[in-house]
């Protein structure tokens, strides 16, 4: 059996319910809903598209922004030694 990442499930999910929702606003009826669906699905798209391009397979887009945020902070913290002990 295929193993199959959390991430590329919910980018394909997403872009289904894109589709879905730019066919739904031709429906009259419906109101506001296809453009929150679209809103909403596009940029779950992108962002679970993005994760699993980035090599991102579980798609917990929380740890990714927390490992993100940690590297920015190792990183400052080496730049702001470095510069205290050139003085």
């Given amino acids: 059996m295929k193993s199959s990442s959390r991430s590329k499930k919910i980018a394909i999910a997403s872009s289904l319910f894109f589709v879905l ?11 506001l809903l296809p453009i929150f ?8 798209a992108v962002v ?15 740890e990714t922004y927390q490992e993100a945020a ?10 702001l030694n470095s510069k205290v002990e050139k003085r």
């Fill in 37 to 44: 669906i679209v809103v909403v699905s596009f940029f779950m």
């Fill in 70 to 79: 940690k590297t920015k902070a190792s990183a400052l913290e080496v730049g």
């Fill in 21 to 31: 929702g730019l066919i739904s606003l031709n429906f009259e009826g419906l109101g």
């Fill in 48 to 62: 679970h598209g993005v994760l699993h391009f980035s090599g991102r397979k579980n798609g917990d887009v929380f």
